[in-house]
Every structure is written in C-alpha cells, then in structure tokens.
C-alpha cells in the first residue's frame, strides 16, 4: 500500500492541544475520510500523559537512547493515511459525488479543506496554507493489528538507525533490523499489533504532485523544515496494547535482547504514545467495486 | 451502553449503490461528529444475496418462514451508541469541533447531521433500542469483513424472556464456537422510545402511516444477531459440518422465524466500551 504520514503542528495561536483534536478528528475528518480511493485512515495524536509518566522513569530511561527533547514540539498530531498506489494518492482530492440530494447523488459543494491554516501551523505570508510535513513510510506487519472495542494503547517507537542510509526501506540496516528484532516482537502473543515502518529516503515522495509546486511545501523554508525533521528518525515501530501494563510485562520478558539489539541499530531510539482516532479502518483486502470506508 | 438500530429505506431517486455512497459518504461524515458518540456502524445490504454467498442449500435449510416483503423495507441500518440515554438525546445538537478565524467553533450541521434525511431516505428510520448480549467480542482486523445477521423470531407462545434466554444461552455457547468467529452479538429490541426528541415531531416516523409502516416491520422478527467471519466460507463449512448440527435442531425450537442476510459493514466510529477519555476521541 502506499502509505504516508503527515506530521502536523497545531495552530497554536487559535487552538489548544485538545481544542486541535477536536479540529482535526472532528471536522476536517468529516471532509478528509471522503477522499477518493482512501483505503485506510487513522489520526495520531500524541497523549496528554507525558511518556515517562504513563512508562515509569524508570522503564522510560531503559527503553529510549538519546531520546530528543524537543520531538513532540514539531507536531500535535499525525495521521496514517493508506491508498493502493500513489497515483490514488496524489488524485485523492478528485471531488466525488457521496451527497443524496434532489437531484440525486452529486459532489458536495461545501466540501473543503480550507480549515487548514486555522487547524494547523499556518505560514505567515502565505495566506490559505499550512506547513505540512508528509513522509511516505515502507511499513512491515510485523504482527497485524486486531482492534477490539475499546481504547488502545498505542505507542510509537521511533528510531534512528546508527548507519544513515541512502535507501533506508531497502538497506543492510533495515533488513538486519527485520531479521533479528522483528521476529522477536513477532511473537509478542500479549501484542495486538506491530508495525514496522521505514520512512522513505525521498523526503519529498509524498509531497511531489500532492502540493502544488509553488506551495510552502516546496520552497526552502518548507525543504528545510522537512530535512530538520526527517533528520530525528528513520523509522516508527507502531505497537499495540490493550494497556501499559501489558506492553511493560511483555517487553520486561525479552528486554535484555531487545536492548542489546537497540544499541547495536539505533543511534537513537524512543518512545511517544499516541491516542489513535479510527476515522477509515485499514482494508487491506481488494477494493470492493462500491463505495465503501 | 445504550445501543440503537436505525433502519433506513433509500430515497427512490437513489439507486442502492448511489445510497452507499450517500450514507457512508456524506451523511457518516456528519453521523461521526454527534456529540459524545462512542461507536457507530452502518450496515449496508450487500450486493450479493445470501443464497450466492453462503449457498443456496446451507441457506434453505437454515431458513424458515422469510418474510417476502423484507428486503423492500430497508436498505442499510445505522448502529448508534451512547454511554446514555441523556447523551443520545443531545447528541443532535451543534459540535465545538470546527477550527474557524477564531479558533474552535460550533458546527450547526452536526446536530442536522448534515441535513439530509429527506434526500437519503424514504421516510422516517425505523429507529429502536437494542438489548445486547456480547457472545464473543468483536476483533476487527485491517480488512473489510464478511458479516452475517440472523433474525429471529420466537413462537408465539415462547415468553420473550425465555426465548432471550434460549438464545444467548446454551444456541450462543455452541454458535460462538464457530471456528473462524470474529465476533457474535446478540440484539434483542426493546420497546424504550427513542424516536420522540431525536427526530423533528412533524416526522413520517411518527404519522399513522410511519408507525403503520414501522410495525409492520417490526412484526417479522424479535432479535437479530451478528456474526463476523474472515470469510463467507468459514460460517458455511461450520454449518455443514456434523459439530455443529446441535444448531439445527436448537433453531427448531427456538426459533418460529429465522432467516440471514450479508451487510457491508462500515466503522464510522470503533465502538469503544471503557471509560471514555476527557478529550474529544472517536
């Protein structure tokens, strides 16, 4: 599938972080989950409990390596947003007709993104637009993702590889990673789901013919902006719990291998949980050949 | 929880393909904003009919006394759910959801819930409560599922209670045992109003003629159940195996009326059934 992240700060002049939730799970996903072809679509926004809280110091201090300070200053939120191909992607915004009228099904006219620079970090001498930070990321199942009725604990792991690659997604690094790490969080049997994902080395893939070329996006500041981003990870483990408890017991098990591994890959490795918004459940199955989210 | 059914029939302007998109399109857009709303399905009548999925012998001798007339009365149903009563009566009311020129703004149209009933639907939903049995909770993997509704109708001299009883007892202790399972919930309606203060009081729904229409639909079934398999083949290849022939003759008993269909099951919002988080969450 051709999936991206899309790393988003708030407006932080007009909106709190709960206020930004709102926003963004509310409204501007009442217009976004109708995008054409969207075949999975979830919104990431980071927890209000900060991470050495929910963990334990303790466990925090024995889970993360040089752990930025700053990371979650970037973004309030980031959805996971999943299409067949990227031409699906970069068309998604094709209006489609999903409003019964008198006239029948036609596109909606108040269909709109325009809530952009009020729900997110507007651009000062760019009216109409935001900063966006859309990273398209090779994801590997490590174990698929079962979701039960109720809150999950979900957490990302993010991680710096010690090797800078050219090609992440299809490195020496990378695959040492899927060969010796992966197998072990694969039988995690208390774990409802494990995703591994490699940002791609192209920054710009999934920027290129989704934001016009002059937008924010593409000029220096918005280049520049990417590139200092990018420059914190390589990759995010999602994981999937039905509680902290269960993640901390689970991985006390197999810590001292698992440690051991993270000092040999990563330069760099911490944890941020997220709370997960349901806006389109992955289907990862063919597209049926009728509307369907 | 508080759990509704609200079946719909499709605006006649409308094929059953433009209504998909027009419920799970538009309409769940504004559906999944309801205030302090904790799960929300909408089920669609599958293109395919049961016969063609699960085989048209499995299905025969499953079936008993179909209504001829049911597959006419609806076309999808919403699966609504609320911690309360109180929450479901004001969820139609406008959501601080909307980022405007002045930070977080209410959205009127999400207590219209965009404002399209008359244009989606023929008439009023039928729009009812439902007392839930969880048999085996619900695990949704990331891909769309094949989900089963058996109906069910009890003898005439079967107490409610008893046929409640019957059916999520030792019929569910076997059934939930179907191999491939994904999840089996049991819905038995109620008779709590929660048509009067959801809907506007000039509704069809509450005409001598919407409430005509509604019983008459009401009348062919008391209960109806829930099955998630991976597949078609899992509920069929169970049924036509000898573990499982307890079923049939359970459901002679049981049941006066039985019969299944396939929906198409969106996730508009994940039912969530702990505590709900003090912050806006779907």
């Given at each position: 599938m051709f999936k991206v992240f899309a790393f988003l700060k708030r407006n932080t002049h007009l909106l709190s972080h709960d206020e930004y939730r709102a926003g963004h799970v509310g409204y501007h996903c009442g217009q976004s989950r109708?995008?054409?072809?969207?075949?999975g679509y979830l919104v990431n926004v980071w927890s209000n409990t900060p991470i050495e809280e929910r963990l334990g110091k303790q466990w925090h201090d024995a889970l993360s390596?040089?752990?930025?300070?700053?990371?979650?200053n970037w973004w309030d939120g980031f959805p996971e947003v999943f299409f067949d191909h990227r031409e699906d992607w970069v068309t998604a915004t094709t209006l489609e007709p999903t409003r019964a009228t008198a006239d029948g099904l036609?596109?909606?006219?108040?269909?709109?993104?325009?809530?952009g620079p009020q729900l997110f970090n507007p651009v000062a001498d760019r009216p109409g637009e935001f900063q966006p930070c859309h990273l398209r990321m090779h994801e590997h199942v490590i174990r698929p993702v079962l979701r039960a009725e109720q809150k999950t604990f979900k957490l990302m792991q993010f991680f710096k590889l010690k090797q800078p690659e050219a090609e992440p997604n299809v490195s020496a690094a990378a695959q040492q990673l899927l060969s010796d790490y992966a197998p072990i969080i694969s039988r995690?049997?208390?774990?409802?789901g494990a995703i591994l994902n490699f940002r791609d080395s192209n920054r710009e893939a999934a920027m290129d013919d989704f934001y016009?070329?002059?937008?924010w996006g593409h000029s220096p500041e918005g280049l520049a902006h990417r590139a200092a981003f990018c420059d914190y990870f390589d990759g995010a483990i999602e994981y999937h719990f039905h509680t902290p408890t269960a993640f901390l017991a689970t991985r006390a098990a197999d810590q001292a291998r698992l440690r051991a591994l993270e000092e040999a890959h990563f330069s760099s490795c911490w944890y941020v949980e997220v709370d997960e918004n349901l806006v389109v459940m992955p289907n990862r199955n063919p597209a049926p050949n009728f509307y369907f989210r | 929880m508080l759990k509704v059914f609200g079946f719909v029939k499709r605006?006649?302007?409308?094929?059953h393909d433009d209504y998909r998109a027009g419920h799970v399109g538009y309409h769940n857009s504004f559906g999944r904003r309801?205030?302090?709303?904790?799960g929300y399905l909408l089920n669609v009548a599958s293109n395919t009919p049961v016969t063609a999925s699960l085989g048209t012998d499995l299905v025969m001798r499953l079936t008993?006394?179909?209504?001829?007339?049911?597959?006419?009365?609806?076309?999808g149903w919403g699966q609504l759910m609320f911690d309360t009563l109180e929450d479901y009566l004001a969820a139609r009311t406008p959501a601080r959801d909307y980022p405007g020129l002045n930070g977080l703004q209410m959205d009127p149209m999400v207590g219209k819930v965009g404002d399209d009933f008359n244009e989606l639907y023929a008439g009023s939903p039928f729009q009812f409560h439902v007392d839930e049995t969880i048999s085996q909770p619900v695990v949704r993997p990331e891909r769309k599922l094949f989900k089963l509704v058996q109906f069910g109708q009890r003898p005439a001299d079967m107490p409610l209670a008893l046929f409640r009883a019957y059916w999520t007892g030792r019929y569910a202790q076997l059934a939930?045992?179907?191999?491939?399972?994904?999840g089996l919930v049991i819905n038995f309606r109620t008779?709590?109003?929660?048509?009067t203060h959801f809907f506007?009081?000039?509704?069809?729904?509450?005409?001598p003629d919407g409430v005509k229409r509604r019983e008459h639909f009401y009348a062919q079934w008391d209960g109806m159940a829930e099955y998630w398999f991976d597949c078609a083949g899992d509920f069929a290849h169970a049924r036509n195996?000898?573990?499982?022939?307890l079923l049939d003759e359970l459901e002679k008993t049981l049941f006066d009326r039985v019969f299944y269909r396939e929906v198409d099951e969106t996730v508009a919002v994940l039912p969530k059934r702990d505590p709900a988080p003090e912050f806006y969450h779907r």
């Open positions: 109708r995008l054409k072809n969207i075949r390596i040089h752990p930025p300070n700053d990371f979650i036609v596109i909606d006219p108040d269909w709109s993104l325009s809530d995690w049997h208390n774990c409802n016009k070329p002059d937008s | 605006n006649p302007r409308l094929t309801l205030n302090n709303i904790r008993r006394n179909e209504p001829e007339d049911f597959d006419t009365q609806w076309d939930r045992t179907l191999p491939g399972l994904r008779p709590l109003d929660v048509m506007a009081p000039d509704s069809e729904g509450f005409t195996s000898s573990a499982f022939a």
